[in-house]
């Protein structure tokens, strides 16, 4: 049941990068730091509806729901702006990547066990970074998708990394509670950054009226599988396990969808990527 759950987690979670692309190909008036805060408002809303009346607040994981705010602000904005100025395919695939860093947290600080087939796993995960990259013809990186594609990594690894923490501290319990406290803050200091920014919020929230929400539901529904997850399978495990599910997605996608080229090194690295999960669940 635990890898049918992590099927549908990889699903809604490459679904998110899809929702952001249509919304920056469609939209004639992009604002990513007000479609992130209507994201994470639906995604607060997501899990004050799946939690029903049972919520129990208690000081203990405020803290880490103040991390996490924090961590997935830079991941929304972030992934929105790289998406927004770079290719799908990359974007999608460093935003994977970024799983490895709680990936190593289980291993350095949990101290969570592996089987050599899952470490020879992790390094073929990490390889195929290096053969799944834009044709040399066409490889010029602008500052700002750089800087965008790190913030986001950076706040997307984390992200998971305190979700686990905080699953930990509290014996796995507040689940949504930890979630809706976090992503309210991230709704208030986003919204007052569009206040402040002095914009057209009226046209540019008729421009992601539906991209936003549906994001938002689709980010509540994997951080709420992922933690579920994280009682099922080894930390070690899991995150690289959606990383390179999410590889392996958003290359179909960007195939034949958006009609990206993929080259022979590309086509290497994604069948390492497939040849890692197999590894790393074996």
């Not at 994470?40 to 009346?53: D, E, H, K, T, V």
């Not at 073929?124 to 013809?137: C, P, R, T, V």
Request: glycine share 6%.
């Amino acid at each position: 049941m635990q890898y049918l759950t992590l099927i549908i987690t990889i699903v809604i979670m490459s679904s998110q990068n899809i929702l952001i692309k249509q919304y920056n190909v469609k939209s004639r008036n992009r604002n990513s730091f007000l479609f992130s805060a209507v994201s994470s408002l639906f995604a607060m809303l997501f899990f004050m509806i799946s939690s029903g009346s049972d919520l129990r607040f208690t000081p203990q994981f405020v803290p880490y729901s103040v991390g996490f705010a924090a961590a997935y602000a830079l991941a929304l904005v972030g992934q929105n702006l790289a998406i927004a100025s770079g290719p799908l395919s990359i974007s999608s695939l460093v935003n994977s990547y970024s799983l490895i860093i709680p990936t190593f947290y289980g291993i350095l600080f949990l101290k969570e066990s592996l089987k050599p087939t899952a470490y020879v796993g992790i390094a073929l995960l990490l390889i195929s970074l290096y053969f799944i990259n834009i044709k040399k013809e066409s490889a010029r990186f602008s500052a700002k998708w750089v800087v965008c594609l790190i913030i986001g990594f950076i706040g997307n690894g984390m992200c998971s990394t305190i979700q686990k923490m905080q699953q930990l501290a509290c014996g796995g319990a507040y689940k949504n509670e930890f979630m809706i406290v976090a992503l309210g803050i991230v709704f208030v200091i986003l919204t007052v950054i569009v206040l402040v920014s002095k914009a057209d919020i009226k046209s540019h929230l008729k421009e992601c009226s539906i991209f936003a929400p549906l994001t938002g539901i689709a980010n509540g529904a994997t951080n709420l599988l992922v933690m579920v997850l994280t009682a099922l399978l080894p930390t070690a495990v899991l995150f690289p396990s959606i990383s390179a599910g999410g590889i392996i997605i958003m290359f179909i996608i960007s195939l034949f969808v958006y009609k990206e080229k993929i080259s022979r090194q590309q086509m290497v690295g994604y069948i390492m990527g497939v040849t890692s999960v197999i590894l790393l669940n074996l």
